[in-house]
């Protein structure tokens, strides 16, 4: 499939070329690939160590149907003499899986061949490439990093019980699958890069290299400034201001975020929004309506401009979280960022990011500690300023261009 700006065959220039296989969909319009805006952020970070990539992802869609949200035309981005993309098939399903699987080995082996440097990001069972590509390289004799930024195979078996009968049965198997493939294709990697503590943890002892990274796509502007910061910490009194980002999904806690609220209405005055579309949008915004919460709590759906919602959480007196799954959201440091600390339900991932300042608060995965927890911050503001100034000092060094340049400098060592 040829797309203006993207070669078929192009001729590689001397010198470093990165190939990365990623989950991350491609999608096909106006006879150009488009990618989400933050997948696209990397590649430009890449491209500031690397001097070519290749791109392996899978294609979404073909034709002129509409795109969806934040997406951004690749070949509009990167000149098209500095990246390759090959567009794989999504086969998520075991017959699928097994009868595009030759073509894909194909492609793949033939961009290991071409790289210099290899990073393979890994999650799931039937389709996913990266774990592919690992079995590929190790074949080959050759060097490769794994990316992680959850622990996909527990994502998967929390998953399942949204499911009964076979489809239940068929997921957790799945899960199981995963959870092997996970372990099979670190073990062969010559570098682990797991993103967030939950997923070191999860993966380390199965790595010869294992490095805890982090991963963000917010530059130095996205910092809160030190005015904006004085004068957040000078505020006194008015309703607490409560923020969360994400997807509207029974992994990000939707359920027990509303229900921390619900147990705060009677005890404190607080307005709460929630930015992120998702599958549980709908539901949500009627269960507000029946909870008679509604000039209190909001789901105004996606924010796409990212100024503003950096804007709208450092204006927020904490950014309030309820993850159900060992998984890293980039908004959790987004936050921090931006002065707003997290407060939520605890895992090592939240606890290793605030562990130098202590720019949050962590409870057991229980709305009514985590709205214990809240109530105390509105009634000591002198403790909530310093945590804005604490959650700030956590952020400060979790900037996109200094984590891509570390993780370019592991993967280079190769």
């Known amino acids: 499939m040829k797309m203006a700006g993207v070669s078929e065959t192009p001729v590689l220039t001397s010198g470093t070329t990165l190939l990365l296989v990623i989950p991350a969909q491609l999608h096909a319009s106006g006879g150009r690939l488009w990618l989400d805006r933050q997948a696209c952020s990397g590649l430009r970070h890449w491209l500031d160590h690397f001097d070519r990539l290749i791109l392996c992802a899978p294609l979404a869609r073909r ?53 210099t440097h290899c990073q393979f990001a890994i999650g799931g069972s039937w389709g996913d490439w990266g774990a592919l590509a690992a079995i590929l390289a190790a074949r080959l004799g050759r060097p490769f990093a794994i990316w992680t930024d959850r622990v996909e195979s527990q994502v998967m078996r929390f ?43 999860a993966y380390a002892r199965f790595s010869l290299a294992p490095q805890l990274v982090h991963d963000v796509h917010v530059g130095p502007e996205g910092r809160i400034t030190p005015a904006a910061l004085r004068t957040k910490s000078a505020r006194a009194g008015g309703p607490l201001r409560i923020v969360y980002a994400g997807r509207v999904h029974a992994d990000k806690g939707p359920q027990d975020w509303l229900e921390t609220l ?116 509105a009634c000591d503001r002198d403790r909530l300023a310093a945590l804005y100034r604490a959650a700030a000092a956590d952020g400060f060094p979790m900037i996109d261009s200094a984590l891509f340049a570390r993780r370019a400098a592991l993967i280079g060592r190769l």
């Not at 981005?77 to 500095?82: S, T």
């Not at 998520?92 to 699987?101: E, G, N, Y």
């Open 159 to 201: 998953q399942a019980r949204e499911h009964d009968g076979p489809q239940r049965f068929y997921r957790r198997f799945n899960a199981w699958l995963a959870e092997r493939l996970e372990r099979f294709v670190i073990r062969r990697a010559a570098l682990g890069l797991f993103h967030g503590m939950d997923c070191y943890r």
């Open 262 to 377: 619900g147990q705060l209405a009677g005890r404190i005055d607080f307005t709460a929004s929630w930015f992120g579309d998702g599958p549980l949008l709908a539901a949500m915004r009627r269960e507000v309506a029946e909870r008679g919460l509604a000039d209190r709590i909001a789901f105004p759906g996606n924010l796409d401009d990212h100024a503003a919602l950096l804007a709208a959480m450092a204006d927020a007196d904490i950014f309030l979280f309820c993850h159900q799954t060992p998984e890293s959201p980039r908004c959790l440091v987004e936050a921090l960022l931006s002065g707003a600390p997290i407060v939520g339900y605890g895992s090592a991932y939240p606890a290793e990011l605030i562990e130098a300042h202590g720019g949050g608060v962590l409870t057991s995965h229980d709305p009514a500690a985590l709205a214990a927890a809240v109530t105390q911050l």
């Open 63 to 115: 034709g002129e149907e509409p795109l969806p949200e934040g997406m951004d035309d690749l070949a509009a981005l990167i000149p098209a003499e500095r990246i390759d993309v090959h567009p794989l098939p999504i086969a998520w399903t075991p017959l699928r899986c097994l009868r595009v699987l030759p073509s894909v080995r194909r492609v793949l082996a033939a961009q290991i061949h071409r790289a």
